[in-house]
């Protein structure tokens, strides 16, 4: 019987830092579908907003998160990020995490879209992600044990539909199962349901779909940042091509020569991505074709790593100074709703991170906030975790029946996954309209998938077919019941943003009873429990 105090499903940056804020004398328990280094934090390139800079202030972070979200956020929720993250910043600064520094020893602080302040702390140039998790994995304490390569599907609840631990499976089928009060959903987002994506080959919104089967409530599914900026080589996007890079000089041109942003935004390259990526998809439509100017960026080598490493390998040659780009899907600003502390309305499932919807990122994310919302919630659930003193009942019966090792399993195909996600990136993608999402919504519902399905019965890849399947009802129905344009939901068939009907309002999805009830919500500061 494997049992722990907290598990945290995932191995990113809010996991982690969940992880090592815990106190010591728990056991905790980390599970990851791939290995602690595969995760979208890993492979972040941009860095963390924070004020530190002394012509910078709070508010001023506050402000530009409000204006990227188009004003759809919880704004205690923004305002406490912002001031905890300073905080936050500062102590990993003090501590010694490797953040990059100019020739005097001072940090060295980049721009980003939609930022009014140079607020960006980054490591090794466009490696901020992996500089980061090193410096965690290193600085995680011995109570904490991990299971690699092992798929969390299920949720497993008591009698009173309290979460008490997870069911996972292998690769090989084989399925085991984990026991604790406190379950963290910490999965990350749900990119690999598009074509194009800067996301993590692993990164399929299982987490958001195992929660919503266990009856946690879902949110905001219909905003989604796709990232204005990936390497596009021969028809396919090969990955991010971070937004420093237009902080640090670099403009947007077509095959024509013409600069596409002028006249689009005040701020042009660095306008919030969903005004960018909207333009560079526009562009595309027209038959051009799209490049990233880099020729007024200094030593872009050495600057950016990572990227140039990438572009090389794709056979793109930089001393021409430009680099061929498209969008894709990067983040999703919605996902399991919780409250302040990071707790969900199905009690003993927690989470946190992009799997976590808190109302931070409205309508859409300001750049570089997402590391910092992980490492703000991770914090601040780990400390009300090490406040707790009850404990949850586990029916041992449970515990016996619910390992087992792979048996003969029903083959279930209902689709080709690259199919799914080219008619995701064509019904649900940059710019929608009803009918196409009317369409995509009907081929999704006749696909042979049930929503409380038996996943024991199923193969692992089927499994990660079906929790596609699921996030891409969610995503879809929300998409077409929003009928406006804010942020990262864009219909060409509703191109204004509506306050008067829409304006704080969100969509939420819950199972019960094997069908999805949707409702609207007055976004009030969300107080689960009492």
């Given at each position: 019987?494997?049992?722990?105090?907290?598990?945290?499903?995932?191995?990113?940056?809010?996991?982690?830092?969940?992880?090592?804020?815990?106190?010591?004398?728990?056991?905790?328990?980390?599970?990851?579908?791939?290995?602690?280094?595969?995760?979208?934090?890993?492979?972040?390139?941009?860095?963390?907003?924070?004020?530190?800079?002394?012509?910078?202030?709070?508010?001023?972070?506050?402000?530009?998160?409000?204006?990227?979200?188009?004003?759809?956020?919880?704004?205690?929720?923004?305002?406490?990020?912002?001031?905890?993250?300073?905080?936050?910043?500062?102590?990993?600064?003090?501590?010694?995490?490797?953040?990059?520094?100019?020739?005097?020893?001072?940090?060295?602080?980049?721009?980003?879209?939609?930022?009014?302040?140079?607020?960006?702390?980054?490591?090794?140039?466009?490696?901020?992600?992996?500089?980061?998790?090193?410096?965690?994995?290193?600085?995680?304490?011995?109570?904490?044990?991990?299971?690699?390569?092992?798929?969390?599907?299920?949720?497993?609840?008591?009698?009173?539909?309290?979460?008490?631990?997870?069911?996972?499976?292998?690769?090989?089928?084989?399925?085991?199962?984990?026991?604790?009060?406190?379950?963290?959903?910490?999965?990350?987002?749900?990119?690999?349901?598009?074509?194009?994506?800067?996301?993590?080959?692993?990164?399929?919104?299982?987490?958001?779909?195992?929660?919503?089967?266990?009856?946690?409530?879902?949110?905001?599914?219909?905003?989604?940042?796709?990232h204005p900026t990936l390497l596009y080589v021969d028809g396919k996007t090969k990955?991010?091509?971070?937004?420093?890079?237009?902080?640090?000089?670099?403009?947007?041109?077509?095959?024509?020569?013409?600069?596409?942003?002028?006249?689009?935004?005040?701020?042009?390259?660095?306008?919030?991505?969903?005004?960018?990526?909207?333009?560079?998809?526009?562009?595309?439509?027209?038959?051009?074709?799209?490049?990233?100017?880099?020729?007024?960026?200094?030593?872009?080598?050495?600057?950016?790593?990572?990227?140039?490493?990438?572009?090389?390998?794709?056979?793109?040659?930089?001393?021409?100074?430009?680099?061929?780009?498209?969008?894709?899907?990067?983040?999703?600003?919605?996902?399991?709703?919780?409250?302040?502390?990071?707790?969900?309305?199905?009690?003993?499932?927690?989470?946190?991170?992009?799997?976590?919807?808190?109302?931070?990122?409205?309508?859409?994310?300001?750049?570089?906030?997402?590391?910092?919302?992980?490492?703000?919630?991770?914090?601040?659930?780990?400390?009300?975790?090490?406040?707790?003193?009850?404990?949850?009942?586990?029916?041992?019966?449970?515990?016996?029946?619910?390992?087992?090792?792979?048996?003969?399993?029903?083959?279930?195909?209902?689709?080709?996954?690259?199919?799914?996600?080219?008619?995701?990136?064509?019904?649900?993608?940059?710019?929608?309209?009803?009918?196409?999402?009317?369409?995509?919504?009907?081929?999704?519902?006749?696909?042979?998938?049930r929503l409380d399905e038996k996943l024991d019965e199923l193969n692992p890849e089927?499994?990660?077919?079906?929790?596609?399947?699921?996030?891409?009802?969610?995503?879809?129905?929300?998409?077409?019941?929003?009928?406006?344009?804010?942020?990262?939901?864009?219909?060409?068939?509703?191109?204004?943003?509506?306050?008067?009907?829409?304006?704080?309002?969100?969509?939420?999805?819950?199972?019960?009873?094997?069908?999805?009830?949707?409702?609207?919500?007055?976004?009030?500061?969300?107080?689960?429990?009492?």
């Open positions: 019987m494997k049992k722990a105090d907290v598990i945290i499903v995932g191995s990113g940056l809010a996991a982690l830092q969940t992880a090592r804020e815990l106190n010591p004398e728990l056991n905790v328990m980390i599970i990851t579908k791939g290995t602690r280094r595969g995760s979208n934090s890993y492979m972040a390139q941009g860095g963390i907003a924070a004020v530190v800079a002394k012509d910078d202030n709070i508010a001023r972070h506050f402000e530009d998160t409000l204006e990227a979200g188009r004003g759809h956020q919880i704004e205690e929720e923004v305002h406490s990020l912002v001031t905890e993250g300073q905080r936050i910043v500062q102590k990993l600064v003090d501590e010694g995490a490797p953040f990059d520094r100019n020739n005097d020893g001072t940090l060295s602080l980049g721009m980003e879209g939609a930022h009014s302040r140079k607020r960006i702390l980054h490591c090794g140039g466009d490696e901020t992600g992996r500089f980061l998790i090193e410096h965690f994995l290193k600085t995680l304490s011995g109570n904490i044990s991990w299971v690699e390569e092992e798929m969390v599907f299920e949720l497993l609840q008591n009698s009173e539909g309290a979460c008490i631990g997870v069911k996972t499976m292998n690769r090989q089928g084989a399925v085991h199962a984990y026991y604790a009060p406190i379950v963290v959903m910490a999965a990350g987002g749900a990119g690999g349901l598009y074509s194009s994506t800067s996301n993590h080959p692993t990164v399929t919104g299982d987490g958001m779909a195992a929660a919503f089967r266990a009856g946690a409530y879902i949110a905001d599914a219909e905003f989604i940042q796709f990955g991010l091509v971070s937004e420093a890079v237009r902080g640090e000089g670099a403009h947007l041109f077509n095959d024509a020569g013409e600069r596409i942003m002028e006249g689009i935004h005040p701020l042009k390259e660095l306008a919030p991505r969903h005004v960018v990526a909207q333009r560079i998809f526009e562009q595309r439509q027209m038959g051009r074709d799209i490049y990233l100017s880099i020729k007024l960026i200094n030593e872009f080598e050495t600057k950016f790593p990572s990227i140039s490493a990438m572009c090389k390998e794709n056979g793109i040659d930089l001393s021409l100074g430009r680099i061929p780009v498209s969008p894709g899907c990067h983040f999703i600003m919605g996902g399991i709703v919780i409250d302040s502390a990071g707790k969900t309305n199905v009690e003993g499932l927690y989470a946190v991170g992009e799997a976590a919807c808190s109302g931070v990122h409205g309508a859409n994310r300001l750049a570089s906030n997402s590391l910092l919302e992980g490492l703000v919630y991770g914090k601040r659930l780990a400390d009300w975790i090490n406040a707790q003193k009850k404990s949850i009942s586990i029916n041992p019966k449970k515990m016996q029946d619910a390992e087992q090792q792979k048996s003969g399993r029903k083959a279930a195909a209902p689709f080709n996954v690259k199919e799914f996600q080219e008619r995701m990136m064509e019904s649900a993608g940059i710019i929608r309209n009803g009918q196409k999402l009317e369409e995509h919504l009907n081929w999704l519902q006749n696909i042979e998938f089927d499994i990660g077919k079906y929790f596609m399947w699921i996030n891409s009802l969610i995503v879809t129905r929300a998409a077409l019941l929003r009928t406006e344009s804010r942020g990262g939901h864009i219909r060409s068939d509703y191109q204004e943003e509506d306050d008067f009907f829409w304006m704080k309002r969100r969509i939420v999805h819950s199972l019960e009873d094997g069908e999805m009830r949707t409702w609207l919500d007055e976004q009030v500061k969300t107080k689960i429990y009492a």
